[in-house]
């Protein structure tokens, strides 16, 4: 499965504080922010319009490496799977419309 995008949140990150003290996890929400930029990567500018399936599958630390994959892109669908090493962190899908203009 080839990579559309790698990302690391950095230890210090602001989100981290409360997502839990003394056993921090990456929110889910951060790897979907990840995702969608890697989406906006490959298509240019979207605005999300669902997000139809979306499964944590294991917890990402933070200063671990996870690689973003797309497995299917066609017609306003984006299925994803991001991972860590050998395991499954995430996989869904997203819907979304290309934004011509640039803005969201």
């Given at each position: 499965?080839?990579?559309?995008a790698t990302f690391t949140i950095a230890p210090d990150?602001?989100?981290?504080?409360g997502h839990f003290p003394g056993n921090p996890i990456v929110p889910g929400v951060l790897v979907l922010e990840h995702v969608q930029l890697a989406l906006e990567a490959r298509v240019g500018p979207v605005r999300l319009t669902s997000l139809p399936q979306a499964k944590f599958l294991s917890p990402l630390r933070p200063g671990e490496s996870c690689v973003i994959a797309f497995t299917?892109?066609?017609?306003?669908?984006a299925q994803f799977d991001c991972r860590s090493g050998d395991r499954s962190v995430a996989r869904g899908?997203?819907?979304f419309e290309t934004d011509a203009n640039g803005s969201k």
């Open positions: 499965m080839p990579a559309d990150h602001p989100a981290l504080a299917s892109l066609a017609d306003g669908h899908s997203m819907r």
